[in-house]
């Protein structure tokens, strides 16, 4: 039997497709581990100390992540996907400060 060429050959190029939601994730997985050379467990440890907080006082509120450690930064440049943005939400006090 001959070697099954498929249509990249002919240049013809079609998106993946995925039984699942899981079958795609998996595949999200492996490149991310390829890229990197670290484990999932180890990538989703580091990313899971990534967090949103939300602020409110006097002033009014704010929506912000964490600071990005240093590894948490070479995983983004590496992966490269953008680093989530620090302020994702702000509104002020309707209310006027004291002086």
């Not at 993946?16 to 991310?32: C, K, M, T, Y």
């Not at 006082?57 to 989530?84: H, M, Y």
């Amino acid at each position: 039997m001959g070697e099954y060429v498929g249509d990249w050959a002919q240049g013809q190029h079609h998106q993946p497709e995925f039984d699942s939601v899981e079958g795609a994730l998996g595949l999200l997985i492996r490149v991310a581990e390829k890229r990197t050379q670290q484990t999932w467990p180890r990538i989703r440890r580091e990313l899971q100390r990534l967090v949103l907080v939300d602020l409110s006082g006097p002033a009014g509120q704010v929506s912000q992540t964490s600071k990005p450690t240093p590894a948490e930064t070479q995983l983004f440049e590496t992966l490269q996907v953008p680093a989530p943005i620090r302020v994702r939400a702000a509104s002020s006090s309707s209310q006027p400060e004291a002086a």
